[in-house]
């Protein structure tokens, strides 16, 4: 339906050419605008109901109290697996987890994963690659997020989380105390969750729309085949280059993986596309201009270099198996 909206703006209401990169990037644009936002208010409006029957505090007071031996990182990556999110919308459900108060590695560890393996990826590379490759992609990706979020979080780096996300976790936990200790009922509760579901969108909305118009413009601009020259089998640093180069983009796995299709034609080696596919859907400029508004650039440059550095390792990797 969102789809539908936005090719009617696009294509018929100003009347673009379906064929022009105007078009495409402002199709673009619109579609991800409206689902973002979208899924923004539904997630911070669900998660501020489960705050208030099941108070995340006391899941991070769980955590803070009990030794998992690095069992959260693995579950929170799980999770990440099967949440159906790109990069960008996996970001208010890792507001939610933060504004809770949820040890920051273990949210890493759903940021990562989750917009690298979903079911709709694992099916298109299945029917792709087939199964012995969907199977390495998939349990790399899940590895690839429980050790990033194992690794951040033991550089404890919540004292750079930005002042508004801060701010917001104080009056999570003020506002928690005070319905439980007074048994406000749910319907009394209602009107707080949406006024601060609303604060909550109000206050990323620009950087949403700055960070997608950023990955419109990569996504309708750069021109067809502009990276299979950077990575041939025979440049030692491909891999590199090929993350290096992935980062301006943004689109899902499933918006992906058909490229690495043509790239692998063309002789591009497995490793070297599945590692730009990986820095294209886990890495991108939209969302680290989404992410400013959660954290501060130090922090957010930590955690890109960190993910950056264990998806290059991993397409050498790949190379040496596959």
């Known amino acids: 339906m969102i789809q539908g909206f936005a090719d009617w703006l696009v294509y018929s209401l100003m009347g673009l050419d379906t064929s022009s990169r105007l078009a495409s990037a402002l199709d673009f644009f619109f579609y991800d605008s409206i689902k973002i936002l979208i899924l923004l208010f539904v997630i911070s409006f669900v998660m501020g109901i489960v705050n208030a029957y099941f108070p995340v505090e006391r899941l991070r007071n769980y955590l803070a109290g009990h030794r998992l031996y690095g069992l959260q990182y693995l579950l929170a990556s799980l999770f990440g697996a099967v949440t159906p999110f790109c990069s960008c919308s996996s970001i208010p459900l890792f507001i939610g987890f933060v504004k809770g108060g949820i040890p920051l590695g273990v949210t890493f560890s759903f940021l990562i ?3 690298l393996v979903n079911e709709v990826a694992v099916a298109m590379f299945l029917g792709t690659f087939g199964l012995k ?19 951040l ?19 999570s936990d003020a506002q928690t105390e005070r ?20 604060n909550i969108v109000r206050g990323v909305i620009v950087y949403v729309l700055i960070g ?26 491909a891999i590199p280059l090929a993350v290096v180069l992935a980062v301006p983009m943004y689109a899902n796995a499933a918006g992906i993986i058909p490229v690495i299709e043509v ?11 599945i590692a730009f596919m990986m820095a294209v859907v886990g890495l991108s400029l939209p969302e680290a201009t989404l992410l400013k508004k959660v954290m501060t650039w130090k922090l ?8 950056t550095l264990f998806i290059i390792l991993s397409g ?5 198996m596959l």
């Open 113 to 115: 994963t989750s917009p």
């Open 133 to 151: 490759i969907t199977i390495i992609y998939v349990a790399s990706g899940i590895l690839l997020g429980t050790l990033g979020g194992f690794v």
């Open 153 to 171: 979080g033991k550089m404890r780096l919540e004292g750079l989380l930005s002042h508004w996300v801060i701010q917001l976790q104080k009056q």
């Open 179 to 198: 319905w439980e200790t007074a048994h406000v009922r749910f319907l009394k509760r209602l009107s707080d969750i949406v006024h601060d579901t609303w």
């Open 212 to 237: 997608i118009a950023i990955g419109a413009g990569m996504h309708g601009y750069i021109p067809e085949g502009f990276f299979e020259d950077f990575m041939s089998a025979d440049n030692l640093f």
């Open 263 to 273: 790239f692998v034609a063309k002789g591009v080696p497995l490793g070297t596309a």
């Open 300 to 307: 957010i440059g930590i955690f890109f270099g960190t993910v």
């Open 316 to 320: 050498y990797m790949f190379n040496m």
